[in-house]
Structure formats: C-alpha cells, structure tokens
C-alpha cells in the first residue's frame, strides 16, 4: 500500500481555494495552511484520513480485479471444447442430442438433415412411415432420357412411382427435390430430357398424346432438380463438354419455366475425375455425391451425401429390401480470404478436391482466413485457431494469419468451440517446390537385382506436391511384359503411384488398339502427342483410366499442385514410326512434325491457363534439334526418356532413360512473384534409393513389435513411429513424417507388383493352346522352319514399307535359339522357352559374309524349303529378318535394323492364335511341301 501511495502522490496536482481558483502547490510538496485564517488541523485530519481510506479501497478493488482476471486465465476457458456427441445411435439415425451416427458408431457432425431417394424400384411407398422413421425431405426420380417424339413404340421414361411419390409428398407435406437419369451424349439430347422433366412437374403440357399431363397441379419442389450424370454411355465424353451439355439442360428447363434450385448428382470418383473443370462452377453448391462409406472424404463445395444403398427397406416403409439414404450435409469450413498484405493465394482447388492452401510471399505478409461460421453476435460459436508452427507463421483469435519467416510451412486449425468440427489450412511462406521424377526406357522391367519400382514409389511419397512420370521405351522387353502386353508395365505402374505415362514409337510393339487398350486399363493419362493412327487422330484420343472417369486427349494434360498448373506433352521420334516400325496385322502410326506438334499443343496448354510446360520426348527424339522451337514456345523443360545425361541450353533438359539404374530429378520453384525456375537435380541412382530401405524396414519393425501388422502401421505413419507426424512443427517431426510416408508407399507398392507376380505366375502356367501332332511326321516341317517362315511372312506383308532401295531384294528368314515344343496343352511359359527370352522381331541389311556366317553356324534354321539347299547370297548386302538376340551374333557395326515388327512372342502368339480360330483348336505344323530335293515334284 506504501507504494500505492507513492505511486498516487508523485504526480503534482493543483490545489484549489474556496473561491474555485488554482493553488500552486507548497515547495517540497508540503501542504501549506489556507489564507486568510488559522488551519483547520481537525478536518485536514479528517479529509487525509478519507483519502487513505479511498486509496486503501482502490487498491482492494485493483488487487481483486487482478485476482479475477488471473483466476479466469488460469483456469477458464482456453480453447475448444472436448467434443460430446453423447450415446452413439443405431447406423445412420440420430441421437438424444440431435447427431446422426454411420455404421462405424462414429458421429456425422456436418449431417443436419436425414433423407432418401426412390424410384419405382423402391415400389409403392408408405411415405407416413418413412416420415415417422425420421425422414426429412425426399429426392424422387421422375424418368430417365429424353422425351418421346412420337416414333418408338412402347416408350417408358416416366418413373412408374413418380406421381404417387410426389403427390404422397406433397399431401404430408414432406419436402422433395427430383432426379432424372441421364444418358445425354449430345447437345440435343440434354434438351430433349430437360423437356421430358418440365412435363412431369407440370410446366408443359405433353407434346404427344399418351403421355401423362401433370398441368393442373404443377409440383413445387423444395429441393433442387439433379441432372443424375453415371451412365456408362458418357464415360468417354471430356469434362468440357459434359459441363456444356448439362448446360444446355438446365438453360431449356429455365426457358420452360423453372425458377427452382439445380443441382447434379454423381458419384465421388465421377467427381474427382471430371467435376475439377471451372464449366461446372454454377452447379458446385448444389453437388449431391454418391459415396457408399462411413465418411464422404471430399473437401470441396457440396450439399448432400448419398451415404448408403443398404438402409433396411421395411424400416422407411418401401417394398424393396434396401434404401438409399442421403444426408444435407453443413460442413464446417474456410471460405476464402478476407484481407492480406503482401501477396496470399486464395485456397486452392487441388488434386481433385478442395486441398487448402494460403500462400504467403515472405516475413511479414498477412491474409485473414474466413469460414462459414456465423459470428457469435449471430449465434454463431467461438472459433478457436492455432498454428502448428508460430515460427512459421501466427493466428490470431480472428484467423489472421502472420508470416514469421521468408521460408517454410506449418498448418493453421480451426476449432469450433464445441470440439465438434475443425478445418486445417496449409501455410507456405516464400517460394514453392514441386518435384518431378522421371523412369525411361525400362524395358519392360518392374524391378531388377537392386532395385523395384517400389523405390521409385517411394520417392514421389518423399513431397506431397511431388509427379512421377515414365518418358517412355519402358513397355517391352522383359518376360512379364511379354505376357500381357503393356498392360503389365502399366499396372506397375499404377501399383508406383505414377501421374502419367508416354509413350514412343517403340512402345507400339502390340500395336495402336492393343495399346489403347492397355492404357485405357491403367490409373494415369497416357500422352503420345504426335502419333496418330491412320484416320490421323491421337492415338489416346478419348482415352479412359480403368474406373471410366478419368478422359484424356492423349495428346496433353494438366497436373495440379500447390494451387500451380503444371502442362505436359510428349513427342515421340518421327524417323523411327516412318521408316522403322511395321506392326503385324495392325496398322503403322503417323507421326506428326515434331516442331508442329509443339506449336499445336503449346498453344493448347496456354489456353488452358498453366503456370508452367513440360515437354516429355521419348527414346529416339533429337532433343537438340529442338531446342530453339521450345524455348521460343515458352516450354519450361524438357524431359528426355531416351538421355543419360542433364544438359543446360535455352530449354534445361532432364536425363531420365537410366532404366532402373536411376531416376530423374527436377524441381520447378514458383515464386510468389509469379515466375518459375527449373533446377536440374543429379539422377536419384538405385544406392540412393535402396538405402532409405534400412529406415522403412525399421518402421515395420516397430509396426511388428506394436501391433504385429507393419502395413497397416506403415500406411499410417505417426501411430508409432514419429511423435506428431500428422501435424509435425519440428524438422525432425517433419523429417519423421517423410520417413513414414516413403515407407508407406514402398510397402504397399511393393505388396502391389508381388501380387502382379503372383498374377503372372497364373497366367505363365495356364494351357494357352494345345499342340496337337500331324499325322505323318515324316511330312511335318520343324517348329523352327515354322518360325522362320511366319517371319519371312510377316516381313513380306511388309515389303511396301521397306526402304527405299529394298524393295525388290529377297529376305531370308532366320530362327535362333528356338527350342521344339512338346506336343500337348502349352503354356505361355512354355511358348516364352521356346523362343530367345524377351527378344524382337526385326528386318535388318547386313553384308553377305556376316549373313553367311551366322547361317553356316549351325544355330540358325530357315525355312523348309530354303533349308533343302545350301544358303547363298547374292550382293554385297543382303536382307534377314529374324529375333533380336540371334541376329546380334551378326557383330557390332555389321547390320542396320529397318524395320521393327515388335514383340518376338506376342508375334508368334497371335499367329497361332489366327491358326486356331481364337485357340478354340488345335495347332498343328504344316505339312512339308510336296516339292523340292527329297521330294516329289
């Protein structure tokens, strides 16, 4: 209190006489007696004692105010609520405290209203029942397709049920939106069917006699019309242009009346694949997804959750023995961003759903996350926020993000006061990295002595904006892929997590459809830009990922990260499809100008607004030949599948066609500013990539001594083995969390490509054919003379593409390292022994000694009729055409490959296949023919 007095008499006041006027103050600050009279010592006791008193009071109340206020700090409340969603409901219903709960017991805070969908296959409804089970509003189908023009008879695309449903709604007052399926392929079509939805609510009158008028008591719907998009008919229609049909739907439905709500529904993988296309923006708040699961698991805009199909049907009053439920769906999220200094992107919409991210330029940049949460003043909760790392960046009580720093990342969380909801986003500071990886010319192998693309898996897992790529020459070659064609490559490379694929002219060994096929079987988009097929049109035109939602052009494609638009396309040597490549009973590819093509889908990529393009050249393309071109288009890079070495030019080249030996690096740096910058990485080589091995191995060694089951820990990394990997703040939190995740993806990519060997393993000893034996061996050629003569045909059939100056010169067929079959059923395993392993078959000139040598060695056999005589070539040079690895004997330097006819035992395989009417018969050599030494003429 003393110093309470001090602290209260320091400051010089001036005193007052009874007339009001100012009185100085006493020197020293003593007190002086009053004019004019004798002091009155009694009162100034008085009056001194009172104001002791007064101050004595104001400490009091200071110190308890003091008090309070620590009191309150201490011990109130500090942050969010423990959440408490109270007893867990039955699946799918709500309990006491109004929270519904999925199959798994676990609450659906975000689920604010409960509903369900019905069409004719739900029967006739008892709508009082569904109502009383707790059903709030209804999305019935009205049809499907178009409307009737009067030709087909019998037409049918109202819902059986849709009259009664809506009439049943209507009458108990039920709320209700309504669903039409489609299968729009066309403008026209779209149209037809907004015509056929105005009808059934009764804005239009029927257009043909027959159909049902719904005129006099029009429907008003309290939910939205769903343009129901999941036909299999519209699986090969680009994203574009379905946004530009459900357009045309809607815009003829508004001309005809409708001023209601529109919305799509469609499944989650449909709208992950398509729905990232700005054209379906005016739909985004109206998207009902479809997704059979405990939990939606998409972070974009949306309404409603088709959550289960398998809801007891006698429980909501339907005949059928299941229900679709749906549920409104109110998430608790960050909307956008209110204000900032310095440069802040807006969250972005990435990989195929919201991912968010606020970018900040350098220390001291500042934006303010909003979210939909009204304010408290609203009746809104109290939103808790907090930064995963303050050194990274701050937030304040109002969600004002703070850079600390010009360079790093954290996360910044949003918590209801309740616990119930929280929202994170992504704080980066200063310039962002995306790495790209790279594999060529893998030759058909998924793994060797060293190395797996399980390691390669493991390196893209090493950055979550990290791309993985193949630049091509990596289908054939080895034995698994000769089994299946390119599908096993790209299987392993769907099992590796790759982004896209390229591919060469060398790739096409099974041929243009074959390939189609294949790709349209794998995860990632497939680019050969500028080969075509003989109609000239991309060879991956329209071309599908194997869950039919993924399209692709075939000759570009967009990758998003970090909010960033990364462009690719490929070019493949055109000198090779021209002059080298001859596919057996298939049609030869078109290749395209190099330059040209890159002008085209430069152009194509830039309309699409990218931030950055990559140009991917496989094996065989001159890259310096190019080099001027690209730079001048405004390419960022160039990947080369074909190089083993890095070269700095005009464009940067990455070397990526190392096989298995290494990987290919480059970063791509976004500024905030805008630019990017390419930075050229030494190849990951295959002792860097198997030495993080001992690291993951320890993970599943802690997986296996925790929980006994190290794939599961593995896939999720942080429950034993890092101390916060989910929301790391520390570098060796964050060092922890690479860790994890690498080994995550090497363990599942690994379990992936063994059970593509097990796969294998099956298909290698299934009987493929049976080889039966010709009656009368004696008249029987060898399986080597067959051989030998289906490669003279298959060259012959060819000869119109033969170089120039070949054209009328006689080839020889050779057939080495040919082991005879064993008559019976035969296996792939058995036809691939057979023949020289993961071997070609190829047209080449040589020198008539080298040919005469190979021949007189006795490890070649021709065919049957040549074989009767003695080989002798005329000319200097001559024309052979047999299998890869025989004809290397013929030396380094002493032959030229002119024509590729692909795959040794896909070339055999499908020749036996036409001799056995689809291997439904026995194949069986030849007889001999019936002329020549040692037989009749």
Request: hydrophobic share 40%; net charge negative.
């Amino acid at each position: 209190m003393a110093e309470d007095r001090k602290v209260y008499r320091g400051p010089a006041r001036a005193a007052q006489n009874g007339t009001g006027a100012a009185v100085p103050p006493s020197p020293a600050g003593r007190p002086q007696p009053p004019r004019g009279g004798k002091p009155r010592r009694k009162r100034s006791r008085r009056r001194r004692s009172r104001m002791v008193l007064a101050l004595c009071l104001l400490c009091l109340l200071i110190v308890v105010a003091v008090c309070i206020v620590l009191s309150r700090c201490s011990s109130g409340i500090t942050g969010p609520a423990k959440a408490d969603f109270g007893t867990p409901a039955a699946a799918w219903q709500k309990n006491d405290l109004g929270y519904y709960f999925n199959s798994s017991g676990e609450a659906i805070p975000e689920a604010v209203l409960k509903g369900m969908d019905v069409s004719k296959f739900q029967g006739e409804v008892d709508w009082e029942k569904a109502k009383a089970a707790g059903i709030d509003f209804a999305i019935i189908r009205c049809g499907y397709g178009g409307e009737w023009d009067g030709q087909e008879a019998n037409w049918a695309q109202d819902d059986d049920q849709w009259r009664r449903n809506a009439d049943e709604c209507t009458r108990l007052g039920i709320p209700f939106g309504v669903y039409l399926y489609s299968y729009a392929t066309t403008v026209e079509e779209a149209r037809s069917e907004a015509d056929h939805v105005a009808r059934l609510l009764g804005l239009v009158a029927p257009p043909q006699e027959g159909l049902e008028d719904y005129t006099a008591t029009p429907y008003q719907l309290s939910y939205p019309v769903y343009y129901d998009l999941e036909d299999k008919s519209i699986s090969g229609i680009f994203p574009e242009e379905m946004a530009a049909i459900t357009q045309a739907f809607f815009d003829r439905l508004v001309e005809l009346g409708y001023t209601g709500e529109q919305g799509i529904y469609a499944s989650l993988n449909w709208v992950r694949a398509r729905f990232s296309d700005p054209a379906f923006d005016p739909w985004r708040d109206n998207l009902w997804i479809a997704r059979f699961s405990d939990s939606l698991g998409y972070t974009g805009t949306y309404d409603m959750w088709q959550s289960t199909y398998m809801a007891p049907g006698a429980d909501y009053g339907v005949q059928s023995e299941t229900v679709d439920l749906d549920f409104v769906m109110r998430p608790f999220t960050i909307t956008g961003i209110a204000d900032g200094i310095g440069k802040a992107a807006d969250p972005a919409f990435v990989n195929d759903t919201y991912q968010l991210e606020l970018h900040l330029d350098a220390k001291d940049a500042r934006a303010t996350l909003t979210t939909n949460q009204a304010s408290e003043e609203d009746g809104g909760q109290k939103i808790y926020w907090q930064s995963s790392n303050e050194d990274v960046a701050t937030v304040d009580k109002n969600g004002t993000v703070r850079a600390r720093t010009d360079s790093g990342e954290c996360t910044v969380t949003a918590t209801l006061a309740d616990g119930t909801e929280s929202v994170s986003c992504v704080v980066r500071v200063g310039d962002i990295t995306i790495p790209v990886f790279a594999t060529g010319q893998l030759a058909g192998q998924r793994n060797n002595d060293a190395v797996s693309l399980a390691d390669v898996a493991a390196l893209k897992a090493s950055s979550p904006d990290a791309i993985l790529l193949d630049a091509g020459g990596s289908l054939h070659g080895t034995l698994s892929a000769s089994l299946t064609g390119g599908m096993d490559m790209l299987s392993s490379f769907s099992a590796a997590g790759y982004d896209l694929q390229a591919f060469g002219a060398q790739d096409l060994a099974y041929g243009i459809e074959r390939l189609r096929s294949d790709a349209n079987m794998a995860a990632g988009p497939s680019l050969a830009a500028n080969l075509r097929d003989s109609e000239g049109s991309a060879i991956f035109y329209r071309s599908t990922s194997w869950n039919r939602n993924r399209i692709t052009n075939g000759m570009n494609y967009v990758l998003e990260r970090a909010g960033y638009k990364i462009g690719f396309f490929s070019l493949a040597d055109t000198a090779t499809v021209t002059e080298k490549v001859g596919l057996v009973n298939e049609e030869t590819p078109i290749a395209n100008d190099l330059a040209q093509t890159a002008s085209e889908q430069v152009a194509a990529l830039q309309a699409e607004g990218v931030d950055a393009i990559l140009c991917v050249v496989t094996p065989g393309v001159d890259v310096s030949a190019l080099q001027d071109t690209l730079s001048k288009l405004g390419v960022t890079a160039v990947i080369d599948g074909g190089a083993t070495e890095n070269q700095t030019g005009a464009v940067p080249v990455l070397a990526a066609g190392y096989g298995l030996e290494g990987v290919g690096r480059l970063d791509l740096v976004f500024t905030q500013g805008g630019s990017c910058r390419v930075q050229l990485q030494d190849s990951v080589t295959a002792a860097a990539m198997t030495a993080n091995r001992d690291t993951w191995n320890r993970y599943a060694s802690d997986a296996a001594a925790s929980d006994g089951d190290a794939a599961s820990d593995a896939a999720d990394p942080g429950k034993d083995t890092a101390a916060d990997a989910a929301d790391p703040s520390t570098p060796t939190e964050r060092a922890e969390e690479a860790e994890a995740k690498g080994a995550s993806a090497y363990f599942n990519a690994t379990a992936a490509l063994a059970e593509l060997d097990t796969d294998d393993s099956s298909i290698l000893n299934t009987p493929l054919f049976t080889y039966g034996q010709n009656p009368d061996a004696s008249k029987t050629i060898s399986y080597a003379n067959y051989l030998a003569t289906l490669y003279e045909e298959i060259a012959e059939n060819d000869r119109d593409h033969w170089p120039e100056g070949w054209a009328e010169s006689e080839v020889t067929g050779v057939a080495g390292g040919v082991t005879e079959l064993e008559y019976g059923d035969i296996t792939r395993q058995a036809l691939i022994d057979s023949l020289p392993a993961t071997a070609r078959l190829v047209l080449v000139s040589t020198t008539s000694e080298a040919a005469q040598t190979l021949i007189d060695s006795g490890n070649v056999t021709r065919t049957y009729q040549a074989s009767l005589t003695a080989y002798e070539p005329e000319g200097d040079n001559v024309l052979l055409v047999g299998d890869t690895t025989t004809l290397a004997a013929l030396g380094d330097g002493n032959y030229t490959i002119l024509r590729d006819y692909g795959d040794l035992f896909w070339d055999v395989r499908m020749n036996i296949n036409d001799n056995t009417n689809n291997f439904t018969e026995n194949f069986v050599l030849p007889e001999a023919p019936t002329y020549g030494v040692g037989r009749n003429p």
